[in-house]
């Protein structure tokens, strides 16, 4: 339930409560003592309901904020969510009821307290789902519709028809209105649809766990932050103080130097990308563009929308850029400046590019500082990486220019976005003074979704350090179950180190990738784990692509250099290619 804060609130909340079974879900006891003591003193009975909220929009609150620069030192809090609209609706719902009543709030205070403090030495359990894998994330109990609970059964037919073409379709005149689905009846179906969906959501890296609530109250501002996100303009409906926040965090997280960094929040991880590029396009505009095969479409894109000299390297079969062949195609263009991509994570198969590796072939080479650009397209797992124990160190210490990173992927949010960070000298090649705004042009895009920059600036601050960490061990432990899961299915699956991305054979039968949402490539699929991924969910998968290869039989590699063959190379490691023998001296 949600913690009021005062204990007329606590009355005002529990006489719209349709369930009288409700104080058996409350974790917070100062609820279940108002609940309690409010029926109590207006003589319900369990079997007396009161008009007004549903159960299941009443969810436990818990939230840890950490200092950055101290873990350690962590505290717990609760957090009152309330809608606007919301709370008008219950004030009319409730006016006549609340008026009858006639309670003594002062003596119900007394016996709450009395009853909190009989149960300060209680230990509640952190999360009441024991089937969840891995760490338990403290933003599971953000889950605003139970991204993380089983599966949904598919639409039904009715639903479907709903959001057909034909329904949705929107009308030119008052008659085709009057013939068509209202809107609140399609607007149903289609949170049925997404529920639906979402619950096997499995191919793409979006975690879906979090509870944005709190902000929806600011859903009726248009907030746009155009312009430099450090320089003020005229607009006065923005949120650039969280956004300067956010930048902050990130440019902490990969130790850019103070003073020297700038920032702003994107669309997305593909424009983080763009911008990166483009930097390093206005930094060495003869420069030649290094990035692997692997590499994120959008990286050949900013090449081709800037025009820029590319080379696509092969990759090794992890999924990693061919270091050799990386350092003699530099070698040959020795008389042109080198912009390099480095992948943390690829798209399909999670590898990262060693990145210290790279930065000693530029060395040996004897390329200068003032003659190489390094971006590097963290999209997912530069968000990662920090909390992965003895992980590599992807920072601003080492000789790289800029990072770009998806918000929506790791931290989770409603609407695609990201951040990119860069070397504040590099902007300075590409900053407009913009009159018309009172302020300069640096970003890919004029206007700039400020909600975005909300979204997450709440997310950064609700979970903290160690909520992200705990996301992020989750989806670790969660990835090798995966794996292992499938290995002792008889199926070909690989998982790369820091990594949480598990790359399968593709199954036979389209509908079983539909259903499940999987990302394919040729003959191969993958599974991103993310927080919202469970055991339970992952059991459920395993048992239907058992099933499909029974029915439609097993994918066999398209070519001798395919994604699937490269899947069975010894370079994986791991005993799906040679099992382990026990050694016995003669």
């Not at 969906?197 to 929806?216: A, D, I, T």
């Not at 390094?374 to 220019?401: N, Q």
Request: charged residues 25%; negative net charge; aromatic residues 8%.
């Amino acid at each position: 339930p949600y913690r009021y804060q005062s204990i007329e609130e606590h009355y005002h909340l529990f006489n719209r409560i349709k369930d009288p079974l409700l104080p058996t879900m409350f974790t917070n006891r100062l609820a279940r003592s108002a609940y309690a003591v409010v029926r109590k003193s207006t003589g319900i009975t369990k079997s007396a309901p009161v008009a007004g909220l549903h159960a299941n929009s009443l969810r436990s609150v818990s939230s840890i904020t950490n200092d950055a620069s101290n873990v350690n030192k962590t505290t717990k809090e609760t957090q009152r969510f309330k809608s606007t609209a919301a709370e008008e609706e219950f004030h009319a719902e409730v006016q006549p009821e609340t008026k009858r009543i006639n309670l003594d709030l002062k003596g119900i205070a007394a016996e709450i307290n009395l009853e909190a403090k009989e149960e300060e030495n209680d230990v509640p359990d952190f999360t009441s789902d024991k089937s969840k894998s891995g760490t338990p994330s403290p933003w599971a109990v953000f889950d605003a519709w139970g991204a993380g609970d089983g599966i949904v059964a598919p639409l039904d037919p009715g639903d479907e028809e709903k959001l057909s073409k034909a329904s949705v379709k929107i009308p030119t005149s008052e008659d085709e209105r009057e013939s068509k689905t209202n809107e609140t009846d399609i607007l149903k179906a289609y949170d049925n649809l997404l529920k639906t969906k979402s619950s096997v959501h499995f191919g793409y890296p979006y975690n879906l766990m979090y509870n944005h609530e709190e902000l929806y109250q600011f859903m009726k501002y248009s907030i746009n932050n155009l312009g430099d996100p450090f320089i003020t303009s005229n607009y006065g409906v923005h949120s650039r103080q969280f956004e300067c926040s956010v930048i902050d965090f990130f440019a902490d997280l990969w130790n850019a130097p103070k003073d020297d960094y700038w920032g702003y929040v994107t669309t997305c991880g593909t424009e983080g990308n763009l911008h990166g590029i483009l930097l390093a396009r206005e930094c060495h505009p003869d420069g030649i563009l290094y990035s692997s095969k692997e590499t994120h479409y959008s990286i050949f894109k900013a090449a081709r929308y800037y025009r820029m000299d590319a080379k696509a390297i092969p990759t090794l079969p992890m999924g990693e850029i061919d270091y050799d062949i990386l350092a003699d195609e530099i070698d040959k263009n020795r008389d042109r400046p080198v912009i390099i991509n480095v992948n943390i994570g690829t798209t399909v198969k999670g590898a990262v590019d060693n990145l210290d590796r790279i930065l000693r072939i530029l060395n040996n080479l004897n390329i200068p500082r003032e003659r190489f650009h390094i971006h590097c397209d963290g999209a997912l797992f530069a968000m990662m990486m920090p909390f992965v124990d003895f992980a590599p160190e992807v920072s601003f210490k080492k000789p790289i220019d800029s990072i770009a990173v998806s918000g929506h992927k790791m931290l989770g949010c409603p609407m695609p976005c990201g951040v990119t960070i860069a070397r504040k000298e590099h902007v300075k090649k590409v900053e407009q003074r913009i009159d018309y705004l009172n302020s300069v042009d640096t970003t890919i895009m004029g206007s700039r979704n400020g909600q975005a920059a909300l979204y997450l600036w709440y997310s950064l601050r609700k979970k903290g350090i160690s909520g992200i960490k705990r996301d992020v061990v989750h989806c670790m432990e969660t990835a090798q179950y995966l794996r292992n899961e499938l290995t002792n299915a008889g199926f070909t699956a690989r998982l790369n180190d820091l990594s949480c991305t598990v790359v399968l054979e593709r199954p036979m039968d389209d509908a079983l990738i539909k259903r499940w949402q999987l990302a394919c490539e040729e003959d191969i699929a993958h599974v991103v784990v993310m927080p919202n991924v469970t055991r339970g969910k992952i059991d459920q998968f395993v048992k239907e692509l058992i099933e499909c290869r029974d029915t439609h039989g097993r994918m066999k590699s398209a070519r001798d250099d395919s994604p699937l063959t490269k899947l069975a190379c010894s370079s994986w490691g791991g005993n799906v290619v040679a099992p382990v023998g026990d050694f016995k001296s003669e």
